[in-house]
């Protein structure tokens, strides 16, 4: 018989309980239900029992091993950069699951408000995700924040001229493995966080798995190639990380595709000179982009931009704001203007009337009692908040209410951006 869903008890484990709950997320994650002592060791490293939740059902017919353990759900400590280079404490949020024989009967629901709240009290201003399914996490204020686009390339077709470098600025592209790139990476990406923003931290632990450092029986690892670029000045200015498979056609025609993994850079120069690299190695005739900004330079690098076809477009980065008042002064703003803004938020976290003051020398949002100019739910905000969406757009689909005419135009001049958001990360 199923329990009611309140009997199931949910909190955050223990350390002897890590192993039963990464049965339970595998499981939920559709991957075999088996934690190797590789697999659980792992967890052990990373899993930080405090911010770890899980729901128990005791009452469910199982024998010997088998765990009680029907959901899991984690956080941790992440920095999010907002538009102009500032970072804020965010609450990220990962490893969401719930068994298929206890779907919706709410166990997402009260785990998810338990850790908001949680972390509303530890003062985060903002909590993030990458949602697995577009419908999930709207309900509970989450924003589609940032997008993700992918370009597969036909390099024949690009108009490319693939004999002499796209730069030559006196800059180099140097090929170089996963333990220098654990040296040089961090300090690379730190500068391209300060710099963009929808991008969020790399611990320690990121820039260890994806070079290999760490190998987990659950997830299969291909070394991949790394190519840095060194700026004329001889500093690191961009990074490609890419694997290739092994394709010819019956007419012995190289048909190699080189997969980009991971591709980021502090300059235009850097982008150009490694996309160019990539559309440039001997046998590769499609170059597929991985994660970028929707608005990314790609295409336009091409002498024929339509050899880059958009084959991956969708929402990526989710924000739920918890600190209205933090995240709007943390922005910068390139116009100026005053806002009055009435944010609903039925989780009771961040709603109330606010009053942004911006410009190019900074912000004051304050709670206030003036007429609104707009009214929207803190998930809205959160699509507004890192420059991407219009409130136009978001006005004509009835998301946003205009209570004083041209109110959503004045909020875009405000508030969006000239380049979009990017999220590089899965986490
Ligand atoms: C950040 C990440 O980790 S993303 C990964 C998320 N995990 C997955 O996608 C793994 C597979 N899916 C699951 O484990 C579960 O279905 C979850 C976690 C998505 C949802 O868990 P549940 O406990 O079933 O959610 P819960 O019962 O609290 O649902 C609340 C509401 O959301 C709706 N909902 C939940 N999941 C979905 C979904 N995938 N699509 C549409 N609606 C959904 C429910 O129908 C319910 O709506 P209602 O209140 O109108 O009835």
Same mark, same amino acid.
């Given at each position: 018989?199923? /329990?009611?869903?309140?009997?199931?008890?949910?909190?955050?484990?223990?350390?002897?309980?890590?192993?039963?709950?990464?049965?339970?997320?595998?499981?939920?994650?559709?991957?075999?239900? &088996?934690?190797?002592?590789?697999?659980?060791?792992?967890? @052990?490293?990373? +899993?930080?029992?405090?911010?770890? #939740?899980?729901?128990?059902?005791?009452?469910?017919?199982? =024998?010997?091993?088998?765990?009680? %353990?029907?959901?899991?759900?984690?956080?941790?400590?992440?920095?999010?950069?907002?538009?102009?280079?500032?970072?804020?404490?965010?609450? @990220?949020?990962?490893?969401?699951? &719930? =068994?298929?024989?206890?779907?919706?009967?709410?166990?997402?629901?009260?785990?998810?408000?338990?850790?908001?709240?949680?972390?509303?009290? /530890?003062?985060?201003?903002?909590?993030?995700?990458?949602?697995?399914?577009?419908?999930?996490?709207?309900?509970?204020?989450?924003?589609?924040?940032?997008?993700?686009?992918?370009? =597969?390339?036909?390099?024949? *077709?690009?108009?490319?001229?693939?004999?002499?470098?796209?730069?030559?600025?006196?800059? *180099? %592209?140097?090929? &170089?493995?996963?333990?220098?790139?654990?040296?040089?990476?961090?300090?690379?990406?730190?500068?391209?966080? /300060?710099?963009?923003?929808?991008? +969020?931290?790399?611990?320690?632990?990121?820039?260890?798995?994806?070079?290999?450092?760490?190998?987990?029986?659950?997830?299969?690892?291909?070394?991949?190639?790394?190519?840095? /670029?060194?700026?004329?000045? $001889?500093?690191?200015?961009?990074?490609?990380?890419?694997?290739?498979?092994?394709?010819?056609?019956?007419?012995?025609?190289?048909?190699?595709?080189?997969?980009?993994?991971?591709?980021?850079? =502090?300059?235009?120069?850097?982008?150009?000179?490694?996309?160019?690299? #990539?559309?440039?190695?001997?046998?590769?005739?499609?170059?597929?982009?991985?994660?970028?900004? !929707?608005?990314?330079?790609?295409?336009?690098?091409?002498?024929? !931009? *339509?050899?880059?076809?958009?084959?991956?477009?969708?929402?990526?980065?989710?924000?739920? %704001?918890?600190?209205?008042?933090?995240?709007?002064?943390? *922005?910068?703003?390139?116009?100026?203007?005053?806002?009055?803004?009435?944010?609903?938020?039925?989780?009771?976290?961040?709603?109330?009337?606010?009053?942004?003051?911006?410009?190019?020398?900074?912000?004051?949002?304050?709670?206030?009692?003036?007429?609104?100019?707009?009214?929207?739910?803190?998930?809205? #905000?959160?699509?507004?908040?890192? $420059?991407?969406?219009?409130?136009?757009?978001?006005?004509?689909?009835?998301? +946003?209410?205009?209570?004083?005419?041209? @109110?959503?135009?004045?909020?875009?001049?405000?508030?969006?951006?000239?380049?979009?958001?990017?999220? !590089?990360?899965?986490?």
């Amino acid at each position: 018989m199923s /329990r009611r869903h309140k009997d199931i008890d949910i909190r955050p484990i223990d350390e002897s309980e890590i192993r039963d709950w990464g049965r339970a997320l595998f499981t939920g994650f559709l991957r075999p239900p &088996v934690v190797s002592d590789n697999d659980a060791a792992d967890l @052990a490293t990373h +899993v930080v029992p405090s911010r770890t #939740l899980a729901a128990f059902d005791d009452a469910g017919l199982r =024998t010997g091993e088998a765990s009680p %353990i029907v959901a899991t759900f984690r956080s941790f400590d992440q920095e999010l950069t907002a538009v102009g280079g500032t970072p804020v404490p965010a609450d @990220a949020i990962t490893n969401v699951s &719930v =068994t298929a024989t206890h779907r919706r009967r709410g166990l997402l629901t009260r785990m998810m408000a338990q850790d908001l709240r949680a972390a509303k009290e /530890r003062g985060d201003v903002v909590a993030t995700l990458i949602a697995a399914e577009y419908p999930i996490y709207g309900r509970y204020g989450f924003g589609a924040a940032a997008h993700t686009a992918e370009w =597969t390339v036909d390099v024949p *077709r690009s108009g490319l001229d693939r004999r002499r470098p796209a730069v030559d600025d006196g800059g *180099r %592209i140097d090929l &170089v493995d996963g333990a220098d790139v654990r040296k040089l990476g961090p300090e690379l990406h730190e500068r391209l966080r /300060r710099a963009q923003h929808g991008v +969020v931290t790399r611990n320690d632990r990121w820039w260890q798995l994806s070079t290999g450092a760490i190998h987990r029986d659950s997830h299969t690892w291909t070394e991949p190639n790394y190519a840095v /670029r060194r700026s004329p000045t $001889g500093e690191i200015d961009g990074l490609a990380v890419y694997t290739c498979d092994d394709h010819w056609g019956d007419d012995k025609r190289p048909l190699n595709t080189a997969q980009v993994t991971s591709l980021i850079t =502090t300059d235009p120069a850097a982008e150009r000179a490694l996309w160019h690299y #990539l559309c440039s190695i001997d046998w590769v005739t499609t170059v597929k982009s991985g994660h970028r900004a !929707p608005d990314d330079l790609l295409p336009h690098l091409l002498p024929d !931009p *339509r050899a880059a076809r958009l084959t991956s477009y969708a929402d990526w980065l989710w924000v739920r %704001i918890l600190d209205v008042v933090r995240a709007l002064e943390a *922005r910068a703003y390139d116009g100026s203007g005053a806002l009055v803004l009435e944010v609903v938020d039925e989780a009771g976290l961040a709603g109330g009337r606010y009053l942004l003051e911006a410009g190019p020398d900074g912000a004051a949002c304050t709670p206030t009692d003036r007429e609104p100019h707009l009214t929207l739910s803190v998930a809205e #905000l959160a699509t507004l908040w890192l $420059g991407d969406e219009s409130a136009v757009r978001l006005a004509a689909l009835g998301r +946003v209410r205009e209570q004083q005419e041209g @109110a959503a135009r004045v909020a875009d001049a405000l508030l969006r951006t000239s380049r979009r958001p990017w999220c !590089p990360d899965v986490f």
